[in-house]
Nanobody, 119 residues
Framework: VQLVESGGGSVQAGGSLNVSCRYP?????MTWFRQAPGKEREGVAF???????VYSDSVKGRFTISKDVPKNTLYLQMNSLKPEDTAMYYC?????????????????WGQGTQVTVSS
């Protein structure tokens, strides 16, 4: 299963970015993770097949996860970006019926797209 992220880049604090992830077919849990240099990978947001979404406290109210099923594309709209949002952003997916923000719940991963926020 190949997941391909795109849309990363550099932006100033307070700006916005929208990253995308193409996937070959829909899976029950689709999630965004991020990993900053020297830090552990953390779950940012997931969207379940029934539309339920969950966000980490660090991005709640600023980020929005969505997916376009006909286009097989997962999105993460990031607004009010902060320097601490700088990280490599990864999409992950799995068939599991219980979605989480824990990386060991996901077998399928993309290669990542870099997001850099300057102050």
């Amino acid at each position: 299963v190949q997941l391909v992220e795109s849309g990363g880049g550099s932006v100033q604090a307070g700006g916005s970015l929208n990253v995308s992830c193409r996937y070959p077919y829909n899976m029950y849990c689709m999630t965004w993770f991020r990993q900053a240099p020297g830090k552990e990978r953390e779950g940012v947001a997931f969207i379940a097949n029934n539309g339920r979404t969950v966000y980490s406290d660090s991005v709640k109210g600023r980020f929005t996860i969505s997916k376009d099923v006909p286009k097989n594309t997962l999105y993460l709209q990031m607004n009010s970006l902060k320097p601490e949002d700088t990280a490599m952003y990864y999409c992950a997916a799995d068939y599991g019926g219980v979605c989480t923000l824990k990386e060991d719940s996901y077998r399928y991963w993309g290669q990542g797209t870099q997001v850099t926020v300057s102050s």
